[in-house]
T-cell receptor, first 114, second 111 residues
Framework: DAGVIQSPRHEVTEMGQEVTLRCKPI?????LFWYRQTMMRGLELLIY????????DSGMPEDRFSAKMPNASFSTLKIQPSEPRDSAVYFC????????????FGPGTRLTVL | SQQGEEDPQALSIQEGENATMNCSYK?????LQWYRQNSGRGLVHLIL?????REKHSGRLRVTLDTSKKSSSLLITASRAADTASYFC???????????FGKGITLSVRP
């Protein structure tokens, strides 16, 4: 298996633009997580899905952020409009069912909002 | 909010020495996991310890868990330069499926 795939790996955009980050989880995993990592705040969970259904979105910063999982093999995280403070590395992770299963992380998308 | 807090924040050792990293948490847990992150990469799972376990080994890694003190430690024996990375502890509480990460420890292993 190729692991968790994220695209793009790097994104540079201007303030006010829409940004869409994409994730393909590992086949057979029914949990998908979106994280944001910054030096100041560390690794924050934004939202997670179980069987394509959002379970907990309490970490989503504000209405400018939205996430979808239309099917078991694809998820998007959208920021509209983007702001400089959204600059961070965004990670997607997936895992199989069961509380004792590890999470597998993608390589991340480094977002820079100018 | 941070559930796990690692200590120290940064650690620098010589190759061949052992590295000990600590993690404290606040609420009861289902299990605790340690992850490693190399610079510019995603996190990689190292080891998981359940709340009813006290010690676990995996290769050069040893993790302990003291639920009475709400703390865990990760020991890397005979460190190598390739162990240079950030290390995170993460907790799972109750039936909750999400991990809550600490801010991480930066380990530097000098050749």
């Amino acid at each position: 298996d190729a692991g968790v795939i994220q695209s793009p790996r790097h994104e540079v955009t201007e303030m006010g633009q829409e940004v869409t980050l994409r994730c393909k989880p590992i086949s057979g995993h029914d949990y998908l997580f979106w994280y944001r990592q910054t030096m100041m705040r560390g690794l924050e969970l934004l939202i997670y899905f179980n069987n394509n259904v959002p379970i907990d979105d309490s970490g989503m910063p504000e209405d400018r952020f939205s996430a979808k999982m239309p099917n078991a093999s694809f998820s998007t995280l959208k920021i509209q409009p983007s702001e400089p403070r959204d600059s961070a590395v965004y990670f997607c992770a997936s895992r199989a069912s069961g509380a004792y299963n590890e999470q597998f992380f993608g390589p991340g998308t480094r977002l820079t909002v100018l | 909010s941070q559930q796990g807090e690692e200590d120290p924040q940064a650690l620098s050792i010589q190759e061949g020495e052992n590295a000990t990293m600590n993690c404290s948490y606040k609420t009861s847990i289902n299990n605790l996991q340690w992850y490693r992150q190399n610079s510019g990469r995603g996190l990689v799972h190292l080891i998981l310890i359940r709340s009813n376990e006290r010690e676990k080994h995996s290769g050069r890694l040893r993790v302990t868990l003291d639920t009475s003190k709400k703390s865990s430690s990760l020991l890397i024996t005979a460190s190598r330069a390739a162990d240079t990375a950030s290390y995170f502890c993460a907790t799972v509480t109750g039936a909750n499926s999400k991990l809550t990460f600490g801010k991480g420890i930066t380990l530097s292993v000098r050749p």
